[in-house]
């Protein structure tokens, strides 16, 4: 009888990635499965048919140098999802090409794994070789990152593109990003980033063992998208120039930090901010099979003395002053990422806030979580990772403190500024959803930014100077937009029935986000006369050729101090603004009809609004849409004016993609966006 003999195996990639809703990584040499869920090879087999009843197979799967060997069987049933199984499908043991079928437990290690056909027959072995990718399950049940909406998965897992939402609660600005994770390459470079990592260099086994644990796997991607203690991903920088790499503003995706940083040999890219930071370890857990969102918290404390209290200094004309080591950024960015928390019982499953920006060590590396947000709702500080640094980000008292001549001659407390407004981007929608209360118990209920805005305004001492005698209230009547004047309102309350004489000062300095603000570049100062019991209103604005030169991309911190003249108390009220940069329109024709593989034209537009004439480049780019960046310089514009640039493309992959437009300005320190959504059919 003619001996069988095994010729070859077939992942049968296509047919096993589109069951396991990895196809995205079509790019990829590696055939792409999830854990918990079986996936088919079949077997290329020469002479005889395969004999169950005298030979034997096995299955020898590989992860570094850890394995387990299993039979293959020829039960269907998958007894347990608890351990390695094989079996072979009946029906093709009369074919020179059997199915096999192998099916991981939904707690199996994430990583790039061999395996090993050992065929017996009549004492002789020959073999068969192969490797596949293995990353979790949120579509199986018993996988502890399970979610279980399918709306969910689609946006936390699939959704290759979002928006970052940067700006201030009260005039919240959409950053489109494309998280780029199923680019060429970017599922390799994942990969090997949990290879480059000090714990798989300290311990390779120890490290495949513990990845099978989304708590372990989020702590090891979070300090190693910065580079602090390690070859991270990213290296920050808050201040200077960015003149050794790219200034973090201009990064549109992270396909090409993640790519360039693989072909640097794992060497830090420069450089990040938070939404940076945040928007790559995103990509990666998404990569991985992790759900994952990115959530900005607007007025986010760091308190570096562990008090739940932040100090803030002003002068006594209304000048803020850099003397606390506790700070609050004007937003920052963080990711969440769904996961069951067995390892702190029940209550804590769901989301966990992961912060890969370098601001304080946990167990002695720069990373941070995960941390439960339910765990952070309810103050349980006795649990772990990183809870009480979280909840004082979103929970810290302001204490606004006037000082004059090295005295402290006013001071008020905020308990509602930090943490106004914690939101994601909604599901399947190009909104912002607000979560605020996910983190904290709300005293009033804010479904609307405009809400949100009026309880600002009217109750938050912040913004609200007083005492029995005088009240201060400072009040911007509008969202501002560049090229328009930032107009605001101060109202002065007089609560006494004596006449009172005081002094105004009223200062605007620019400012980073995550800065205190340099300079004046604004201010002007008066007498008001108020009489007893009157309520006086003073109108005032800032117009563009007064900020544009200084502001761009940064805030402005707005600020009021009163003075009585007879008793010298001071009275402060502030304000933190950004100004919205205009939109860049994309336009493209036939958007009904586009079609892989065929040629397609958009048109970007851009008019000046500002003051005086620009210039520039523009950047476009788009996943699945454009291949590489295209790059366009723009000749000077005079204001008011309008270009137009048109787009060609080809896009590669079906499904809804961005198109995203950056304009970036010489000689102003502002970059103008837009972006468009593009439903791709087949051909």
Request: hydrophobic share 35%; proline share 5%; glycine share 6%.
């Amino acid at each position: 009888m003619e001996d069988l003999k095994m010729k070859n195996v077939n992942l049968e990639k296509a047919e096993n990635m589109e069951r396991h809703r990895t196809e995205g990584f079509s790019s990829s040499k590696a055939l792409v499965v999830r854990r918990g869920d079986p996936f088919k090879i079949s077997l290329q087999l020469k002479g005889r048919a395969f004999n169950p009843k005298t030979d034997s197979l096995m299955v020898k799967v590989m992860l570094g140098r850890l394995y387990v060997v299993m039979p293959v069987t020829l039960s269907k049933k998958v007894s347990s999802s608890s351990c390695w199984q094989a079996y072979i499908d009946p029906e093709g043991l009369k074919h020179q090409n059997p199915s096999i079928f192998i099916s991981s437990p939904a707690s199996a290690s994430v990583g790039c794994y061999r395996f090993q056909f050992v065929f017996t027959q009549n004492g002789k072995k020959t073999c068969a070789f192969g490797k596949f990718i293995l990353l979790c399950n949120p579509w199986c049940r018993e996988d502890v990152v399970h979610i279980p909406f399918e709306d969910q998965r689609e946006e936390y897992i699939q959704n290759d593109s979002g928006l970052l939402f940067i700006g201030t609660a009260m005039n919240l600005v959409s950053r489109p990003w494309s998280f780029d994770q199923f680019e060429p390459g970017v599922l390799e470079t994942c990969l090997n980033l949990l290879q480059v990592s000090p714990q798989h260099q300290k311990n390779r086994r120890t490290d495949y063992l513990n990845r099978n644990n989304p708590v372990y796997i989020g702590r090891v991607v979070s300090a190693m998208i910065n580079s602090e203690d390690d070859r991270g991903v990213l290296q920050g920088k808050w201040e200077g120039d960015y003149k050794q790499g790219v200034n973090p503003s201009l990064w549109t995706g992270s396909g090409d930090i993640l790519t360039q940083w693989a072909e640097s040999g794992y060497s830090p890219v420069k450089y990040g901010q938070c939404w940076v930071f945040a928007a790559v370890m995103c990509t990666v857990m998404r990569v991985l099979g992790i759900p994952c969102r990115v959530v900005t918290n607007f007025n986010s404390a760091h308190d570096t003395n562990d008090n739940l209290v932040i100090e803030e200094y002003y002068s006594e004309t209304g000048q803020k002053l850099n003397r606390s080591k506790d700070s609050i950024w004007n937003f920052h960015v963080w990711v969440e990422c769904w996961m069951t928390r067995r390892d702190l019982g029940s209550g804590m499953d769901g989301w966990q806030v992961l912060d890969p920006t370098p601001q304080e060590r946990s167990r002695g590396v720069f990373c941070c979580g995960p941390a439960p947000v339910k765990a952070i709702k309810d103050r349980r500080i006795d649990l772990f990772f990183d809870i009480p640094f979280v909840y004082a980000e979103v929970n810290a008292d302001v204490h606004s403190i006037v000082v004059s001549e090295g005295r402290v001659v006013s001071y008020s407390n905020d308990t509602e500024r930090v943490g106004s407004l914690i939101c994601t981007k909604a599901v399947g929608s190009p909104r912002h959803q607000n979560i605020t209360g996910d983190y904290k118990y709300i005293k009033s209920p804010t479904s609307t930014l405009s809400s949100r805005s009026s309880t600002i305004s009217d109750d938050s001492t912040l913004h609200r100077g007083s005492s029995k005698g005088v009240s201060v209230v400072l009040i911007l009547d509008k969202a501002v937009v560049a090229g328009e004047p930032v107009c605001f309102t101060v109202k002065v309350i007089n609560k006494q029935r004596a006449a009172k004489m005081m002094k105004v000062h009223l200062n605007a300095q620019a400012k980073e986000y995550n800065n205190s603000p340099s300079d004046t570049f604004w201010e002007t100062h008066g007498v008001v006369q108020l009489a007893p019991m009157e309520v006086k209103v003073i109108q005032q604005q800032i117009l563009p050729a007064q900020y544009e030169d200084v502001v761009g991309d940064d805030l402005i911190n707005l600020a009021v101090v009163l003075e009585d003249v007879a008793s010298h108390e001071r009275f402060l009220a502030s304000e933190e603004l950004n100004i919205a940069s205009p939109q860049l329109n994309i336009e493209i024709a036939d958007e009904d009809s586009i079609v892989s593989n065929k040629e397609q034209v958009a048109a970007v537009t851009f008019t000046n609004p500002f003051s005086h004439m620009v210039s520039g480049v523009l950047t476009v780019a788009g996943a699945g849409l454009i291949r590489k960046k295209v790059h366009f310089r723009m000749l000077p514009l005079r204001p008011g004016g309008s270009v137009v640039q048109r787009i060609d493309f080809i896009p590669s992959k079906v499904g809804t993609k961005m198109l995203q437009a950056s304009l970036s300005l010489s000689h102003v320190n502002s970059t103008i966006r837009g972006y468009k959504m593009v439903s791709v059919n087949r051909a």
